[in-house]
């Protein structure tokens, strides 16, 4: 899957250079400003500057469905197995009841991109 020409490259175009903020479960998970960004295979890897001016990459997987609430500044990525379900409940019990490895920060939740 690439994201070269989708929606979710034109959103991340639109808040290039612009101070954010991530949070994850109701959580500060990083902050600064979007310097870059670039797909590295099923990942988005960001590139931001922080308050103190040193350059930080960490990679976030692409989610299955993202809303841009633009009036509160804000973008949600949805990484939740419902989403990617579908309404198929078959599938989402099997999600759901596969076995979690290791510790994965966006297994099955909601990360929210808040433009400040």
Do not use: S
């Amino acid at each position: 899957m690439l994201i070269e020409g989708t929606e979710l490259e034109n959103l991340l175009k639109k808040i290039l250079q612009k101070k954010i903020r991530l949070n994850l479960k109701n959580k500060v998970y990083k902050k600064g400003k979007l310097v870059l960004f670039k797909q590295n295979n099923y990942h988005l890897e960001f590139t931001i500057e922080n308050k103190d001016c040193e350059i930080k990459k960490f990679e976030i997987p692409i989610p299955f469905a993202f809303e841009e609430w633009e009036e509160d500044n804000l973008i949600y990525f949805d990484y939740r197995f419902f989403t990617l379900a579908k309404g198929n409940d078959k599938l989402y019990d099997l999600l759901k009841n596969l076995p979690k490895e290791g510790n994965n920060k966006f297994y099955d939740t909601i990360l929210e991109i808040e433009i400040i």
